[in-house]
T-cell receptor
Framework: KNQVEQSPQSLIILEGKNCTLQCNYTVSPFSNLRWYKQDTGRGPVSLTIMTFSENTKSNGRYTATLDADTKQSSLHITASQLSDSASYICVPGPSNQAGTALIFGKGTTLSVSS | ETGVTQTPRHLVMGMTNKKSLKCEQH?????MYWYKQSAKKPLELMFVYSLEERVENNSVPSRFSPECPNSSHLFLHLHTLQPEDSALYLC??????????????FGAGTRLSVL
């Protein structure tokens, strides 16, 4: 069964600190993995997308890593800002061209305080 | 803004009402999606359209009826809803069917409350 587990469920950090969010998935066959940021009351916004052959992808202060062998991904946020407070969603995609079977995780809720 | 506009942003309706949610994308994409997001649950795919043809219907109750008159517009018609249908309804679009590297662009959503 295709599943996505994200940890921690929620996290509170001080502004300026770094943090790492984890994603474990059981999706087979596996094609790509996406990370989205969702602000409260808004739709998700894509941060990174990696295919199974990529190990890391950066977008500004966000760096995603992928280990397709162990089926793990992480999202590292550097020098956090108050605007980073949001839910971060891991989305592994199976190997089908329809893209209709993207598996969304429940997300990690990050709160950055001053 | 993401280029995907949803209206209304908030909707309160009774169980006997009929209402419609609207989504419009200005990105020239070929695929459009409806998702439901309930509290503490992951996004659930409801419907997928590619070039105005429905390609996916994830066992959604018939009280939800989608319509895609052209590749830029998507509607979700609602009738005789239940309180458990209260959720954030998100529309998304992508260049193709979000396989490979196609990124989905989401609207801000419609917050629906069914009384």
């Amino acid at each position: 069964k295709n599943q996505v587990e994200q940890s921690p469920q929620s996290l509170i950090i001080l502004e300026g600190k770094n943090c790492t969010l984890q994603c474990n998935y059981t999706v087979s066959p596996f094609s790509n993995l996406r990370w989205y940021k969702q602000d409260t009351g808004r739709g998700p916004v894509s941060l990174t997308i990696m295919t199974f052959s990529e190990n890391t992808k950066s977008n500004g202060r966000y760096t995603a890593t992928l280990d397709a062998d162990t089926k793990q991904s992480s999202l590292h946020i550097t020098a956090s800002q108050l605007s980073d407070s949001a839910s971060y969603i891991c989305v592994p995609g199976p190997s089908n061209q329809a893209g209709t079977a993207l598996i969304f995780g429940k997300g990690t809720t990050l709160s950055v305080s001053s | 803004e993401t280029g995907v506009t949803q209206t209304p942003r908030h909707l309160v309706m009774g169980m006997t009402n009929k209402k419609s949610l609207k989504c419009e994308q200005h990105l020239g994409h070929n695929a459009m999606y409806w998702y439901k997001q309930s509290a503490k649950k992951p996004l659930e795919l409801m419907f997928v359209y590619s070039l105005e043809e429905r390609v996916e219907n994830n066992s959604v109750p018939s009280r939800f009826s989608p319509e895609c008159p052209n590749s830029s517009h998507l509607f979700l018609h609602l009738h005789t809803l239940q309180p458990e249908d209260s959720a954030l309804y998100l529309c998304a679009s992508s260049p193709g069917l979000a396989g490979g590297r196609d990124i989905q662009y989401f609207g801000a959503g419609t917050r629906l409350s069914v009384l």
